[in-house]
């Protein structure tokens, strides 16, 4: 049997790649029977002829999984916000960094359209720039358009299964023509009347770039909380979770309890004050979630 991973998925076929080349394969029935549907990203042992339908007969364990883009095994996630034309969204970015971190993938952050960018907007950017380099995360200024500071980001790539998400109207696509331009990837103007993209994505693909893998996935504007509960929303939270040992209780959810470290750290200007209030509305949102 031969060894590959998925690189796309599209109308019951998969399409399993490895160093021999790209097979067009099918799922063996008994999947259907297990509930088990083979997912982008996949590594998967197949048996096929070369230019003949083959059939994927095992699945290997996935280390992560997403339901929205359907991809598996992650490494890390590029996650675009556009400067302006969606304008930034500190709020916004942490709802994708939570979960991110829920899956345990590695964020990196790309703020695209600079070239829309006035100069009070880039020092605002900067300054998160700041706070997020602080707690851990890459942050990277680019422009899609014109090409500015796209040379920093395909030495991250080798090696790696990446996803590139992020709401639509970004410039996802723009971005990864861009890191590649013989993909020619179809890209859409932002829409005047509804303030967001179209969605030009349609399905989901591994696309090889920089020794490395590339997903092009839907955007979308919302994201629930699936992966994660309250209890565990502060582990997601970096600068949160380095200090969960100094709390005064175990379990302390960073409220109301006295002897909190993590409320130490707000006092005193160590922890964004945006990103607790964030905690907090995360916090009663996915508790309300719950109850119904």
């Known amino acids: 049997m031969e060894e590959g991973i998925i690189v796309k998925a599209l109308s019951g076929f998969y399409y399993v790649e490895n160093e021999k080349g790209v097979y067009q394969c099918r799922g063996r029935g008994l999947f259907r029977k297990q509930k088990i549907k083979p997912l982008v990203g996949d590594k998967v042992r197949f048996e096929a002829e070369q230019k003949e339908e083959g059939y994927i007969y095992e699945i290997a364990e996935r280390h992560n999984e997403l339901n929205r883009p359907p991809v598996a095994n992650i490494d890390q996630a590029f996650v675009v916000f556009s400067a302006e034309e969606p304008a930034f969204s500190a709020l916004l970015l942490d709802r994708f960094l939570v979960h991110m971190e829920a899956l345990d993938i590695k964020a990196v952050i790309v703020v695209n359209k600079m070239d829309l960018a006035d100069e009070k907007r880039k020092q605002e950017l900067f300054s998160f720039q700041q706070d997020y380099e602080k707690i851990g995360y890459q942050f990277y200024f680019v422009s899609g358009k014109n090409g500015n500071g796209i040379e920093e980001l395909p030495p991250l790539l080798g090696g790696a299964v990446s996803i590139v998400a992020g709401q639509s109207g970004v410039g996802k696509s723009t971005l990864l023509n861009s890191l590649d331009p013989a993909l020619k990837l179809e890209t859409a103007e932002i829409s005047s009347h ?40 502060d582990v997601c939270f970096p600068e949160m979770k380095e200090r969960l040992p100094n709390c005064k209780f175990r379990g302390c959810t960073h409220r109301r309890e006295p002897g909190c470290a993590v409320k130490d750290a707000l006092e005193n200007g160590d922890i964004p004050s945006y990103r607790y209030e964030h905690y907090i509305l995360f916090y009663k949102e996915i508790s309300e979630q719950r109850r119904y």
């Open 194 to 233: 509804l303030g967001r993209g179209k969605h030009t994505t349609r399905h989901v693909e591994l696309l090889p770039m920089h020794n490395g893998w590339v997903a092009d996935t839907p955007g979308f504007s919302s994201l629930e909380f699936q992966f994660v509960d309250e209890e565990d929303l």
